[in-house]
């Protein structure tokens, strides 16, 4: 079971539905949820040195900070370099996997319709993070059928 | 025998025949003499000579009025005005064409001024000098002037000045021909005008065309922040309506009666619906929006793994049967693999009930273009409904699920390629699509 996991989200119910996967796979304690850009930089930076989270899960759409920003800052710091990092959104467009990738993004999660199949998919996602796959690896875990 | 002497009478005949011999000769060489006299005073103008045809006139003419004559009308028959002057500047000559370029009479300017004729114009300031330089150096200048005549007209001059010299080598005058080049500058100056025109009128026409690309990039760019937002925006409190819903039925389930249970279930169908439709706009939309590079396509390699990455054609107990070799389009993938995938979703999704679908694909070529053929066992399409299915959310049967943009999506990709699709089918007999495209050119594949 990872350390910490921090989700960036500003939506209300895609909050509720992470939150509810964490816990019906019991690992509802491990999971944080931060809703604005700049708060969970601030975070991210507090913990640095003493307890960066073993997962980073960013929405792409975030007020006041992108997901993409932030993925940019974290992959610039190397106290993170053992984070892994999943971009989450509801877009299919492979321009954003691209940028995703091309920033270091480890995943990219497409947000199911059926906030039911989340469980399945993050369980596959802690379990990858479990094993160690080091942060340079690129295998993306789809939520939804990629184009 | 002795020899003969002439006798007297004889030798006195004989000397009175010389002797008239002798006279007449004196006299024809007189008239000789005389004649050649003549002929070296040029008193003779003419000779009658024997030819063989029969006497002819040959005329005498000195060299120099020779010359004059052939140069007199050498002079009267040219275009160009000529015109000789004496040191003095006073017209010592005018041929015809100066009498018609200047509206003169020869007879009546000559020991005029040049002056009189036309006031000259350089056009340059420096031609002046130039000119007379020329002039005094070698003799000759040629260039452009300007003649305003005595009769209000401007022309426009192509000139040529020599200087005229006696046989002692001392400048007598100054010999002038003068080409009226008026027409030909104006037919000029209207070439260059129009040349401006033109110019401006391109000029006018790219700003429009620059104008118009720059709007339609706006246009499309403000489609493409438009699906991003629908895709975010759109699909998020749809994604909260069917999760909740889902929720509700599976964690309430004992506390629900079941009108409860049914109302849901209609919920997230509609809302299930609803993210198809989107989902389906979006893909037309970017089928209509996006750049579509073309190249060419092996279709056989290409239906296979389009079989492959679509599962859902190869398990369940749909029969696909290929009729290889196909051949090479020349295409677009991801457009291709719309087509191909709503087609053959299709043919799945309209078996008759309770029958396993059966799914024939084969190509025919002709004139450049391949034809590719899906033919499916399904329930037919009637003819009044074989364009109206492609249009964008008609639906046949609803019940069959769907949104009604999948054909939509098959028609646009493929007029995107340079293509076009149509049906051929029978109710209760199946449905064969037809996909056309271009074959992938030679040296391409």
């Known amino acids: ?147 | 025998m002795l020899p003969s002497v002439d006798s007297p009478d004889l030798l006195r005949s004989q000397n009175s025949a010389l002797r008239a011999e002798i006279a007449e000769l004196r006299a024809r060489l007189a008239e000789t003499e005389e004649t050649l006299h003549a002929i070296r005073h040029g008193e003779v103008d003419a000779v009658v000579v024997d030819a063989p045809s029969g006497p002819q006139v040959y005329m005498l003419e000195s060299a120099e009025g020779a010359s004059n004559r052939l140069r007199g009308e050498a002079l009267a028959h040219i275009d160009d005005a000529v015109i000789a002057s004496d040191n003095d500047h006073r017209i010592t000559f005018l041929n015809r064409a100066a009498e018609r370029q200047y509206s003169v009479i020869a007879t009546e300017m000559l020991g005029r001024l040049v002056d009189e004729l036309y006031r000259q114009k350089w056009t340059q300031p420096a031609d002046e000098g130039n000119a007379n330089a020329a002039l005094a150096r070698g003799g000759f200048w040629q260039g452009e002037v300007e003649h305003h005549t005595n009769h209000g007209s401007t022309l426009c001059i192509d000139a040529s000045f020599a200087v005229l010299r006696n046989p002692a080598g001392d400048p007598v005058g100054l010999l002038a021909v003068l080409r009226d080049i008026t027409a030909r500058k104006l037919a000029e100056q209207t070439l260059r005008q129009a040349k401006r025109h033109v110019e401006e009128a391109n000029e006018k026409l790219e700003e429009k065309v620059a104008e118009r690309t720059a709007r339609l990039q706006e246009t499309i760019a403000e489609l493409e922040s438009f699906s991003y937002s629908i895709s975010h925006d759109m699909r998020a409190p749809l994604r909260a309506i069917q999760s909740f819903s889902t929720f509700l039925r599976d964690e309430c389930h004992d506390h629900l009666p079941e009108d409860g249970k049914d109302y849901l279930r209609r919920i997230i169908a509609a809302a299930e619906r609803m993210d198809r439709l989107i989902q389906d706009v979006l893909v037309y939309s970017r089928v209509a929006r996006i750049d579509l590079p073309l190249a060419a396509v092996e279709l056989d390699g290409f239906v296979q793994s389009l079989l492959e990455s679509y599962p859902q054609f190869s398990t369940g107990d749909a029969k696909i049967e290929i009729a290889a070799p196909l051949g090479a389009v020349r295409a677009n993938d991801t457009a291709l693999t719309q087509c191909l995938a709503n087609l053959l979703g299709n043919a799945i999704k309209f078996a008759p009930p309770g029958v396993p679908p059966e799914i024939r694909i084969w190509t025919e070529a002709q004139a450049g273009r391949v034809r590719l053929f899906v033919r499916d066992n399904g329930i037919g399409i009637p003819a009044k409904a074989h364009e109206t299915i492609f249009g964008m959310f008609n639906q046949l049967d609803p019940r069959h699920g769907g949104t009604g943009i999948g054909l939509t999506v098959v028609r646009k990709a493929a007029e995107r390629m340079g293509g076009r699709v149509s049906v051929d089918s029978t109710p209760g007999a199946g449905s064969t699509f037809c996909l056309e495209l271009d074959a992938a050119g030679k040296g391409e594949a």
């Open chain 1, 1 to 147: 079971m990872p350390a910490s996991v921090l989700y960036v989200e500003d939506d209300a119910n895609d909050a509720f539905f992470m939150q509810r996967a964490f816990n019906r796979l019991n690992h509802g304690d491990a999971l944080r949820i931060v809703s604005d850009g700049l708060e969970a930089l601030r975070v991210l930076e507090s913990r640095s040195e003493s307890d960066p989270p073993a997962l980073l899960l960013l929405d792409v759409k975030l007020p006041s900070c992108g997901g993409i920003d932030i993925l940019q800052w974290v992959r610039s710091r190397p106290a993170f370099a053992a984070t892994a990092v999943a971009i989450m959104t509801s877009s299919t467009q492979t321009t954003d996997v691209e940028l995703a990738a091309r920033h270091g993004a480890n995943a990219y999660l497409v947000k199911p319709s059926n906030a039911g199949t989340l469980e399945g998919v993050i369980s596959a996602l802690l379990d990858l993070c479990e094993s160690g796959a080091p942060a340079a690896s690129r295998l993306p875990v789809a939520g939804n059928r990629l184009p």
